[in-house]
């Protein structure tokens, strides 16, 4: 069964700094691209940052340069720095990919359970 497993999460006063992972279990054949999405309360799940396999990177305006989302493919390891944060950058993170568990399988989207990020003063 594939698992994506997130960690990282927390409490953070504005302009404070946290790093989020997702492992990825090893039970994979490919991943074709990973990324972070987030719902605040009462909100819908929205993109925040996504990276393909050809190294591309996609960025929600509102964490433009602020954000950085890396991955490290040896170790089925997705990345998100998060600098400079700011009260509604509050929500849940949650980890998505996109992938084949087997090289018969269809192309099928995962998510994790997601950590959630507060930030406040």
């Known amino acids: 069964q594939v698992q994506l497993v997130e960690s990282g999460g927390g409490l953070v006063q504005p302009g404070g700094s946290l790093r989020l992972s997702c492992a990825a279990s090893?039970?994979?054949?490919?991943?074709?691209?990973m990324g972070w999405y987030r719902q605040a309360s009462g909100q819908e799940r929205e993109l925040v940052a996504r990276?393909?396999?050809?190294?591309?990177?996609d960025y929600a305006d509102s964490v433009k340069g602020r954000f950085t989302i890396s991955r490290d493919i040896a170790k089925n390891t997705l990345y998100l720095q998060m600098n400079a944060l700011k009260p509604e950058d509050t929500a849940v993170y949650y980890c998505?990919?996109?992938?084949?568990?087997?090289?018969?399988?269809?192309?099928?989207?995962?998510w994790g359970q997601g950590t959630q990020v507060t930030v406040s003063s």
């Open positions: 998505n990919a996109n992938l084949r568990q087997t090289w018969y399988s269809a192309l099928r989207s995962y």
């Open positions: 090893n039970d994979i054949f490919s991943i074709n691209a």
């Open positions: 990276t393909t396999n050809d190294g591309s990177t």
